[in-house]
């Protein structure tokens, strides 16, 4: 088990509430598949900042790859809740 999962279900808190909006979102739509470019496509940012936002979920999630990203987030489960939404579906 990844230890911000660990902490987030130890806290009773969704693994949302470690990210800042914009962290959560671009890390929902990178664990869901997307590329660099796509996500910056998909967000309306630079691919430099869809980088620098997975550099920093990366550090605060303890992970190394969008792999573990993905992974991480299939292993939360109905823990996904956004921020803002209360989903962690992005609206198309």
Known sequence: E??????ARRRNTPLSTLLTPR??????????GATNREASQILFLSTKTIEMHLSRVY????????????????????DAD???TGSSELAS
């Open 59 to 78: 550090r605060k999630l303890g992970i190394r790859s969008r792999c573990q990203l993905a992974v991480l987030f299939a292993q939360q489960g109905s």
């Open 23 to 32: 962290e959560w979102e671009v890390a929902t739509t990178v664990a869901q």
């Open 82 to 84: 956004s921020p803002e």
């Open 2 to 7: 990844f230890p911000a999962l660990r902490e």
